[in-house]
């Protein structure tokens, strides 16, 4: 199957610093890219999907101006937590649809975040 | 009424035991059924894919679809402690409509 990196693979950092979330589709181009949380024993709750040469599109109730997305290419789309607070702490995993489709999505290893 | 409703568990099965999970939804515009496993602090790693009403095995691993019902399972046989894990169930209405659904997940143990 496809395969999709996520970098750094844990982050701590103080309140009030911006942290960024690399993800990277290796072996395929990812035109679509999507941007997920997820809580302790929880289900994933999409942030935002993110389109290659265009703005995201932010899900209800997720502040774009704290969480940027930019996917300046069609291997690469970054999260970045701006002014990070100890409830941004979360599992943030990114996903891609397979090569050639748009049905299937393939998930990174998450990030976790954890600001003090 | 959540769009798909998956029990939680834990569910604790022995060694080599025939292993049945299920989800329920409510949107009849779904078409693309998905099931996932993720182990802990992991992302979610795809384990069936099925397109409408239908069987689906791939080694251990059967998928069903029942639209009629809003019903789906997997089913995992001779279980392995390997295979313990939280699965996630996940629906789309499929090319233009291409969000993802999930359940919240049930977290299988296999006991050795």
């Known amino acids: 199957g496809a395969v999709v990196s996520q970098h750094p693979s844990r982050v701590i950092c103080k309140s009030g610093t911006s942290v960024k979330i690399e993800c990277r589709s290796l072996d395929f181009q990812a035109t679509t890219m999507f941007w997920y949380r997820q809580f302790p024993k929880q289900s994933l709750m999409l942030m935002a999907t993110s389109n290659e040469g265009s703005k995201a599109t932010y899900e209800q109730g997720v502040e774009k101006d704290k969480f940027l997305i930019n996917h300046a290419s069609l291997t690469l789309s970054t999260l970045t937590v701006t002014s990070a607070h100890p409830e941004d702490s979360s599992f943030y995993i990114c996903?891609?649809?397979?090569?050639?489709?748009?049905?299937?999505?393939?998930f990174g290893p998450g990030t976790r975040l954890t600001v003090l | 009424q959540k769009e798909v409703e998956q029990d939680p568990g834990p569910l604790s099965v022995p060694e080599g035991a025939i292993v049945s999970l299920n989800c329920t939804y409510s949107n009849s515009a779904f078409q693309y059924f998905m099931w996932y496993r993720q182990y802990s602090r992991k992302g979610p790693e795809l384990l069936m894919y099925t397109y409408s009403s239908g069987n689906k095995e791939d080694g251990r691993f059967t998928a069903q679809v029942d639209k009629s019902s809003k019903y789906i399972s997997l089913f995992i046989r001779d279980s392995q402690p390997s295979d313990s894990a939280t699965y996630l169930c996940a629906m789309s209405g499929g090319s233009g409509t291409y969000k993802y659904i999930f359940g919240t997940g049930t977290r299988l143990k296999v006991l050795a």
């Open positions: 996903s891609a649809f397979g090569p050639g489709n748009t049905d299937t999505q393939y």
